[in-house]
């Protein structure tokens, strides 16, 4: 694929859907090693939130020693494992043979990578304080800022996230709207856990009621299988979704150095051409 000229999401996606073959399920089997790999994070979060339903229920010491625990461990994560997924999905583009073991190439610049995704947080939440949307625009400013750490292995954290801003100048709204075309995918993934989820619902308000379990174990395994299919589906969604964005940096990078080599080739130019009427006057 050229990527030296400006690419249309079309062209993205119908490139990305020919790199998919033949490594789909290797790529969906590497989301759900990072799924398990944040499982149990997910997993304590979940415990360390208050019942609801239960007027006497607050906050507790647990769970907030569990939040302490939460958060850094996220940033921990994060960072590393984003680099890693960059760099596993930038190998398939660029024609290279990926491995699962790909994705844990982040912690090779642990420190750094752990930075990066602090100081993203950071900024993106500075931005979001002042109103969602703001937020939403810088969030896709540092979009770029794993794939440049993969790229630039003696970046600094900063660096990377000054570079992302600049190469999404005038594009984040042309990844919004690549992301955004996934959204009827992404549905109809979502649509066996939601009949799911009502199934379960509904299940739950019955034998309240006092409807019994009549047939209960049935009818929960085939709601609980619905929302398998789902997550199924969802790992076969991600990899086309981060790949497709990784076609769309490999575009912008190709653009932004094309952009800076002839901007520098232009000022060169101009140099010898000032250097040239200097020395004709001085004769």
């Known amino acids: 694929m050229d990527y030296t000229t ?54 507790t010491m647990s769970s907030i020693l569990a939040e302490i625990v939460i958060v850094p461990l996220s940033c921990l994560l994060a960072g590393p494992v984003a680099v890693g997924l ?22 090779k610049r642990f420190w750094d990578s752990f930075l990066l995704v602090l100081l993203q947080s950071v900024f993106v939440i500075l931005w979001s304080m002042l109103l969602i949307v703001p937020g939403l625009i810088k969030s896709y400013s540092y979009f770029m800022v794993f794939y440049i ?4 292995p003696g970046m600094r954290p900063i660096d990377a996230i000054t ?15 690549l992301h955004l075309s996934f959204i009827g995918w992404g549905l109809l993934c979502l649509l066996p856990a939601l009949i ?11 034998a309240t009621a006092g ?6 174990l049935a009818v929960l395994l085939f709601a609980s299988l619905l929302i398998v299919v789902s997550f199924v589906c969802f790992l076969f ?19 932004f150095e094309k952009q800076v080599a002839e901007s520098a080739s232009s000022e060169n130019s101009g140099g010898e051409k000032l250097a040239t ?3 004709g006057e001085n004769q």
């Open 6 to 59: 400006i690419r249309t999401n079309y062209d993205l996606r119908l490139a990305t859907r020919g790199q998919l073959k033949g490594v789909w399920r290797k790529m969906a089997l590497a989301e759900f090693l990072v799924c398990l790999i944040f499982f149990p994070i997910y997993l304590l979060s979940y415990l360390s939130v208050p019942d609801m339903t239960d007027p006497y229920a607050g906050i």
């Open 163 to 177: 570079k992302s801003r600049q190469m999404m100048d005038g594009s984040k709204w042309r990844l919004f709207m």
């Open 196 to 206: 799911g989820g009502l199934i379960i619902t509904f299940f739950i308000v019955g």
């Open 237 to 255: 969604l991600t990899p086309y979704v981060s790949l497709a964005t990784a076609n769309f940096y490999e575009n912008m990078k190709t653009r």
């Open 86 to 107: 960059a760099g596993f999905y930038l190998r398939r583009i660029r024609g290279e043979e990926i491995y699962i073991g790909n994705v844990f190439d982040g912690f």
């Open 277 to 279: 009427d200097t020395a």
């Open 149 to 152: 750490m993969r790229d630039n």
């Open 211 to 216: 409807g019994g379990l009549a047939g209960g």
